[in-house]
């Protein structure tokens, strides 16, 4: 089921930022094509390695986690919520501050009820800067974090709880090696 997403990191187009190995790909970029058999295989990969009993909401940060929530949504009919990058300043709205290893910013969380079971997801994990927000403002909110995947791995991050990554891997000026996967 990961083939077809491993083979397309392994032939990932890299960009130098800085010091920085850049690689492009559909899941993590939208550019060049995402190919609807490669985002299926991500979301099916992700029902069966992930805890989805009784789980009332999909959690994922704009924008490159929303195309994969929304493959899970229609694949398991659990509603989708979408941390965001502009308030819309409703009742109970919480701002997360984010950063990472090349960006800060504010993500906005709605919709999350006392008491939701959720799980979340999100296209890449480097740093952990994004995904610990995301957890602290879900926790705040009351929700009960069932469980965390990610598609790609990059380094060792650490969240201060588990998590599953589809695939890791290791970048350098050479490209993309995918060094593990949940299988």
Do not use: W
Not at 22 to 39: K, S
Not at 58 to 68: C, D, F, L, S, Y
Not at 134 to 162: F, K, M, S, T, Y
């Amino acid at each position: 089921m990961l083939e077809r997403l491993i083979e397309s990191l392994e032939a990932a187009p890299m960009v130098q930022r800085g010091d920085y190995h850049y690689f492009i790909h559909p899941i993590t970029d939208g550019v060049p094509l995402l190919d609807p058999a490669l985002l299926r295989d991500v979301a099916c990969a992700m029902v069966t390695v992930m805890d989805l009993h009784g789980v009332d909401k999909i959690v994922t940060a704009e924008a490159m986690g929303i195309h994969i929530g929304t493959a899970l949504s229609l694949m398991t009919d659990i509603p989708l919520n979408i941390l965001r990058k502009r308030s819309y300043s409703l009742p109970g709205e919480i701002a997360v501050h984010q950063s990472t290893g090349y960006s800060t910013g504010q993500l906005y969380l709605n919709g999350i009820e006392k008491g939701d079971r959720v799980v979340v997801i999100d296209d890449v994990i480097s740093t952990g800067g994004t995904l610990k927000a995301v957890l602290a403002a879900l926790e705040n909110a009351g929700a009960e974090i069932v469980d965390v995947c990610v598609v790609i791995q990059r380094g060792e991050p650490e969240l201060g709880r588990a998590y599953t990554p589809l695939v890791t891997i290791d970048v350098d000026a050479d490209g993309v090696r995918v060094i593990d996967t949940c299988r």
